[in-house]
């Protein structure tokens, strides 16, 4: 079954606004990573956050956690065209096999 | 996509024969995973392997076999494909000693007629 959740399923937005994707999980986690896949690629890792930290940054990407709601957030900001691609949470429940757990994905088109 | 390979690329095949989608890597990696994506379903874990001739089931194991006899190969056999195999397989790998990330191929579209 699946760990993570997305929402929006797809999102649309202009370029240069923010934008913002949510992800739900069900069981404690080691850390939640998010990835970015363009049409026809695989996935690219874009940022871990650990279950003992609430936020993190790296360049226009910002991610929050909660684990008291069992949720995450990527926040995208000053979006570019470049930016269109499908996003997906996935956890480690640090059971020790490494396994992530992948949610079905938010599928962002940034509009020139 | 650098230093992991997915042989073939796109696949067709029919009903009922055996296909083996081969993953190569050049990054030592010890951990080996293969997925599949599907429309609705996002990315599900089929089979992984965490060294050579170690490998476990995933979430969607059935109807699918694994082998790793090197480091860099990962293969990944249907026994006798069935329609509901159709799907986009991607392989990844990730080295825990350097961190959590996994690191994905560019996949192969295998389509069972």
């Known amino acids: 079954s699946q760990q993570g959740e997305e929402d929006p399923q797809a999102l649309s937005i202009q370029e240069g606004e923010n934008a913002t994707m949510n992800c739900s999980y069900k069981?404690?986690?080691?850390?939640l990573q998010w990835y970015r896949q363009n049409s026809g690629r695989g996935l690219v890792h874009l940022i871990l956050i650990r279950s003992n930290e609430r936020e993190k940054h790296s360049g226009r990407l910002r991610v929050t956690l909660d684990t008291s709601k069992k949720s995450s957030s990527l926040l995208i900001t000053a979006s570019r065209a470049a930016d269109t691609a499908s996003y997906f949470c996935a956890t480690d429940s640090g059971a020790g096999s490494y396994q992530l757990t992948f949610g079905k994905g938010t599928k962002l088109s940034v509009i020139p | 996509d650098a230093g992991i390979t997915q042989s073939p690329r796109h696949k067709v095949t029919e009903t009922g024969t055996p296909v083996t989608l081969r993953c190569h890597q050049t990054?030592?990696?010890?951990?080996m995973y293969w997925y599949r994506q599907d429309p609705g379903h996002g990315l599900r874990l089929i089979h992984y392997s965490y060294g050579v001739k170690d490998t476990d089931k995933g979430e969607v194991s059935d109807g699918y076999s694994v082998s790793r006899s090197k480091t860099e190969d990962f293969l990944l056999t249907l026994e006798s494909a069935t329609s509901s195999q159709t799907s986009v397989y991607f392989c990844?790998?990730?080295?825990?000693?350097?961190?959590?990330?996994?690191?994905f191929g560019p996949g192969t579209r295998l389509l069972v007629l």
């Open positions: 069981t404690s986690i080691n850390n």
């Open positions: 990054e030592n990696h010890r951990y």
């Open positions: 990844a790998i990730s080295e825990p000693v350097r961190g959590e990330t996994q690191y």
